[in-house]
């Protein structure tokens, strides 16, 4: 089994700053990709910032400057430094992986949780 399990959610004021980490575990062949997600109330969930194996990343417009994806290869671990935060970065933060697991030929989609960031104005 698969398991992404997310930390570092909360409450911050607006200009403060949150690190999110999420921890892949299990019977993994190999991750392509990890990335985070974003849910407001009432919204779609949006792509935050994602990066390959290969080290492309990708950001959301509205995060740019201010998001930094990372990760540990080594713990299968990504992370999401978040400065300058706003309250409209508000939302549950979902992490996600495109992974293959061991003795399966194709890569599934894993989701985490979710980690609640609440940011105050």
């Known amino acids: 089994q698969v398991q992404l399990v997310e930390s570092g959610g909360g409450l911050v004021q607006a200009g403060g700053s949150l690190r999110l980490s999420c921890a892949a575990s299990?019977?993994?062949?190999?991750?392509?990709?990890m990335g985070w997600y974003r849910q407001a109330p009432g919204k779609e969930r949006e792509l935050v910032a994602a990066l390959t194996s290969g080290g492309n990343t990708n950001y959301a417009d509205s995060v740019k400057g201010r998001f930094t994806i990372s990760r540990d290869n080594a713990k299968n671990t990504v992370y999401l430094q978040m400065n300058s935060l706003r309250p409209e970065d508000t939302a549950v933060y979902y992490c996600n992986a495109d992974l293959r697991p061991r003795g399966h030929v194709y890569s599934y989609d894993y989701w985490g949780q979710g980690t609640q960031v609440t940011v105050s104005s």
């Open positions: 299990g019977s993994i062949f190999i991750i392509n990709a």
